[in-house]
């Protein structure tokens, strides 16, 4: 099965910095990839997805890149503000379920 | 959150008791799913379904029964409730094509249960 690991617990960052967090997971045969934003006290939020014929792809201050040669993705935020700290998960799809990462912590401080 | 609601919001129960929990949706989603999250282990599957009476388990099924009986709801059972089962319970639901994730999941705002 899948297993999605590189568990970085918490990242620390300032006000205004550009913020990186990052995923591996096992499966070759993976094709969908999805990075959720995790307040405290609610559901997991859709933040942006790739699919495996892609590299990169960008949202409102979001980019996720792929790279299925070594099987890792990164999702970066431009311009952290304090309202992105919360629990960021990577989430990866073979079929028609999720295997989600453990989760990274933003801090964001002003 | 989006055409998913999840019932009750919170709830203690004691060891030996059955506990369910419902999650309900609006959107009409052919595949529902139960996951349960705790610290350090973040988010692991317990069961899903992809279609009314059509159900699978996850990699924490043990101790947990589901059923659908319609497409809207989709109802997670603790026969025998046990402290190892007190986590925080999201229910999700997405659509598939040939058992592809079309989008990821859009999630309820959770069930956090405690066993006692």
């Known amino acids: 099965g899948e297993s999605v690991g590189l568990h970085l617990p918490t990242l620390s960052v300032q006000e205004g910095d550009n913020s990186i967090i990052n995923c591996a997971y096992s499966?070759?045969?993976?094709?969908?990839f999805i990075w959720y934003k995790q307040e405290s006290g609610k559901g997991p939020q859709f933040i942006i997805d790739i699919r495996s014929n892609m590299d990169k792809r960008q949202g409102q201050r979001v980019t996720v890149l792929l790279n299925k040669t070594v099987k890792h993705l990164s999702l970066q935020i431009a311009a952290t503000q304090p309202g992105d700290s919360a629990v960021y998960f990577c989430?990866?799809?073979?079929?028609?379920?999720?295997?989600f990462g453990k989760g990274t912590m933003l801090l964001v401080s002003p | 959150d989006a055409g998913i609601t999840q019932s009750p919001r919170h709830k203690v129960t004691e060891t030996g008791t059955p506990v369910t929990l419902r999650c309900h949706q609006t959107e009409n989603h052919r595949y529902m799913y139960w996951y349960r999250q705790d610290p350090g282990h973040g988010l692991r599957l317990i069961h899903y379904s992809y279609g009314v009476k059509d159900t699978d388990k996850g990699e924490v099924s043990d101790g947990y029964s589901v059923s659908r009986s319609k497409t809207e709801d989709f109802l997670l059972t603790l026969e025998s409730a046990t402290s190892s089962q007190t986590s925080v319970y999201f229910c999700?639901?997405?659509?598939?094509?040939?058992?592809?994730?079309?989008?990821?999941?859009?999630f309820g705002s959770g069930t956090r249960l405690t066993v006692v």
């Open positions: 999700a639901i997405s659509e598939a094509i040939r058992d592809r994730l079309n989008y990821g999941y859009t």
């Open positions: 499966n070759s045969a993976s094709d969908y």
């Open positions: 989430a990866v799809s073979g079929y028609s379920t999720l295997t």
